[in-house]
C-alpha cells in the first residue's frame, strides 16, 4: 500500500498556485460517548469512542489574516464501524478577496473533499467497513456569527447546497482506488466505494439529478450512487433483523435523532425475561424494542418527508458514502446476540493503555500543565486508546493540534459569540481566535501556511464543472468547454441593421424582410 501523505502535501497538489491558505486543525483524542445506536432489547449497548475535529481556513490579505471556511467532523468508532459525520461547514464570503478567476475550481470544495478523503485514507480499518454521514440543510450562517450580513457571501439554497455536497463526496469515492494499469494484483477482490442520497418528498428521477452532472453521463461512475436508497441495513454490526429503531444513528442536532427520540415514546415494555415467548401471535402481541406507528424503514422516510424540518418549503438531503475494505466479509462482523459471546480476544477493546515513556507516543497533549488534564484521565505523559480490534489505533496527526474535550467545546463557543460581519470586525475576530486557542493548549503561532502546487489556465467558467468533451468548435480550458471566438455572433444594435436590406440577405448579425414582402391578411366585414 502506498504510503499515506501529510494532509499539508495534499492541500497543496490540490489547490491552485500561487495561492496561499493558512491552515489550522484541531482534534481531540477519541474518549467514551453514548452509543451511536440504540441496543435491541435485552442488549448493552455498543460501547463507542467519538473524537472531534476543526478545520479553518483563512487567507492573509493586506498582511491580515481572515477567516474565509470552518468545517467540523465527528468520528465514532465501534467494534464494527467506523463513523464520520459531517457535523458542521460555513464560510465567511471573504475569499472573494483572492480574486480566483472563473476557470478555478471553488477552492473551498476542494479543500473540504481533501480533508474528508484525508480522514477516510487514516480512519479505514482494513477489515472493518468506514461510512461518512451528513445531513444537508440550507442555512444562513452555522459558525460565523454575523457573517451573512457581507454582501460576498454566497449562501446556496437547498437544492445547490445538497448538489455542492455531491460534489464534495464524488472524488472521496476515489481515495483507495488504484488504477488498472498501476495495479500489481487485479486478479484480487477490490475494495468498494458507494453513495447513498436520500431527499424526502422527492422521487428517484429527482434524486438522480442532484447527482454531479460527470456522474449521470458515466454509467461506470453512476453505478455506484443510489438514489432514493440508504446502506442502514447493511452496515457491519447491523443486524437486519433488528428493530429499525437499533438502525438509525443518533447524531447531534440531526432530524432523524429528534424524529426517533419521538417514535421512542410508544415502545412497547419488553418481558422480563428475553428468551421468554408470548403467547399471543407476532402480529396482535407486543412487539419489544420495536415502534407502533412505524413498522419498516421506508415507512420511517415516507413520514420523515412530513416532518417540519423536511416539509418547510426547503428540501433537505441525507448523505452517505460506505467504504468497504477488499477482504471485507459480512458475516464475520455482525453483533452477537449476547454481550457474553464476544471473542476473548477482545476483551481489551476500549481500555486505556500507558504506554512506556521510551515508547513513542501515539497521542499527546500539548500543554502539560492544563490544571484539569490529570482528572480528564490525560497526564502529562501519553495514552493510547486502543478502538475495536487489538491491532488498531488511532494515528497521531501530525498537523493536528490535540486538545482536551473541555477546552475543545470552550475554543467553538468562543467562535460562535464573535463577529464577522464586515472585514475590519472579522480580521479583529479571526486575530482574537487564534490568539486564545494559543493561549489555551500553550502553543502560540500553531497552524500551517499551505502553497498553491496545481497548475491551471486561464478563462472559462467556474461553475461550469466538466462538462461534455468539445470537439473543433470548443476547447478545454480549466475543465470548462469555451466557445471559439469567431462562433459567437453579437445582435447588432438598431442603427446598424442594414435599413433597406434585401430580403434573405446575411450582415452577420440578423436577416431583415424587406417592408413589401409582409402581407396582412384582409378583415372579412
Known sequence: MAEKSSLESKLAAALPQPYRFVIHHLSTPPTSSPALYSAPPGQKPEQTTCESHFLSVSINYNDRQVQVFALEILIYSTRYLTTLFVSKADSTGYIHLLNLPKSIASPLKTISSIFIAHLVENRQRKDRQLVVSLFARA???????????????????????????????EPVLHVNKVPESEDPHPWRPKPTASAYLRVPSCDLHETRSFFPPHVRRNPSLLSNWYPNRDPLRDLSGRNPTDPERCLIPRFPDDPKSRFVDELDEELTEPPPNPQEKTKASPSKGPRPGRWKSVRSLDQFWELMAFRQECSSGRLVGFLWAVFTPANFNADDHKIPDSPTQFPAKHKGDFCPVVRPPMTPPAIQVLNPYLPDAEEMGYSPGTIERVVGPPTFAVEKEATALVVVGKHYERILRLLLHLDFATFEVAVESSKRWVEDVGLCVGREGWGFEVVGEMEVDGGGDRDAGEGAKGGEEGKVVGGANVLETGLVRKKKRGAEIGEGNDAGEDDGAVNVLATGLVRKKPKVK
Open 139 to 169: 442555512q444562513d450562517q452555522y459558525l460565523f456569527p454575523g457573517s451573512i450580513e457581507n454582501p460576498h457571501k454566497h449562501v446556496l439554497d437547498d437544492r445547490g447546497l445538497i448538489k455542492w455536497w455531491c460534489r464534495v463526496l
